[in-house]
């Protein structure tokens, strides 16, 4: 086939310490693609949703890469430094394997997202929300995985009195939150502008290092303070953050990640610039009320994404994203 009909397809881990390439007949794409909101994608990812792409190739020698099962059925590899999560094959007759969208170099022609599944999870609609239209096609909304039944959105009961219980997927990382306190130190307090509330900012982020590490084009965050996180019989946080499976990536001076070792969900992120407040990822949290977990966050979307200005480069979804952030009445 003349390389005229090729398209080369990129896609790379957050420390490129896994890069890839490959070449695709033109008239493969665009390649279809969609949101998993199920428990298990929040649980294993950290944020609220695993956007992938069906890959038609199988998944390649991945070197720099951990494999994890993900169910009985299903395996995600990731990258064994960063963190980012790669792939997804499942053992399914056909076998079917996702590559993550977050992982992609440019998925704005090469990719159609059509469809969010496993919405029934969420209780209350996670992130479609804010992402029911991309590119001008409106997103189907199915409540399950056979994308036999449309998901309606129901009144999400109030979580239980108590804290908060968080875990990743494969549960080597687990904590509690507490409700929001009086905090001693003024200038935490003033970023924490939700705690009068009884509640905990939270926001969703498409800057390049977020996406590339956690492998998905919105990554969601609420932010909380070291003294309201306990884990194990309420143990208080250590300092860095490093418990259970978690491990560690400096991804910029001054900004460090933190990740399962096991499952390979994003769970922390922690700045020198905030040295009391973590980002926490949202897509851990065991809230009754919802994947959005709105007894506990408030979330800010009045003028959409963090670092808007990354994902518009991407031109994929940051626009339609903003616009309906925006448009979103609570």
């Known amino acids: 086939m003349a390389d005229l009909d090729m398209v080369e397809i990129i896609a790379r881990c957050l420390c490129r310490a896994n890069e890839l390439s490959w070449q695709l007949p033109k008239s493969s794409l665009p390649l279809d693609a969609g949101i998993c909101n199920c428990n298990s994608c929040r649980h294993g990812t950290g944020t609220l949703g695993f956007m992938a792409c069906t890959w038609p190739l199988p998944v390649p020698e991945l070197p720099g890469c951990s494999r994890a099962a993900f169910s009985p059925r299903a395996d995600v590899y990731f990258c064994a430094t960063c963190g980012t999560l790669m792939f997804m094959r499942q053992r399914t007759q056909p076998p079917w394997t996702g590559l993550a969208l977050g992982a992609l170099k440019d998925p704005t022609t090469m990719c159609r997202l059509?469809?969010?599944?496993?919405?029934?999870?969420?209780?209350?609609?996670?992130?479609?929300?804010?992402?029911?239209?991309?590119?001008?096609?409106?997103?189907?909304?199915?409540?399950?995985?056979?994308?036999?039944?449309?998901?309606?959105?129901?009144?999400?009961?109030?979580?239980?009195?108590?804290?908060?219980?968080?875990?990743?997927?494969c549960r080597g990382a687990q904590f509690t939150i507490t409700r929001p306190t009086e905090l001693p130190d003024k200038a935490i307090a003033a970023q924490e502008k939700s705690s009068s509330k009884g509640k905990y900012t939270a926001s969703v982020c498409v800057c390049d290092s977020c996406r590339l590490s956690v492998g998905c084009e919105v990554m969601a965050w609420a932010f909380i303070p070291d003294v309201n996180i306990l884990h194990d019989n309420n143990e208080p946080l250590p300092d860095p953050p490093v418990f259970g499976t978690i491990k560690h990536y400096a991804s910029s001076e001054g900004t460090d990640r933190y990740f399962c070792g096991g499952c390979g969900a994003v769970v922390f992120l922690t700045s020198k610039r905030r040295p009391k407040m973590l980002n926490v990822a949202v897509g851990l949290f065991h809230d009754a009320s919802g994947a959005r977990a709105e007894d506990w966050l408030c979330w800010t979307t009045s003028t959409g994404p963090e670092t808007a200005s990354d994902g518009l480069k991407r031109d994929f979804l940051t626009e339609d994203l903003t616009k309906q952030m925006i448009a979103w009445k609570k």
Do not use: I, P
Request: include cysteine.
């Open 114 to 169: 059509s469809m969010h599944l496993c919405l029934a999870d969420t209780k209350d609609g996670g992130m479609s929300v804010w992402l029911g239209r991309v590119n001008g096609t409106r997103l189907k909304k199915y409540a399950t995985a056979d994308l036999q039944s449309e998901f309606e959105a129901v009144t999400a009961k109030s979580g239980e009195e108590g804290n908060l219980k968080a875990s990743c997927r």
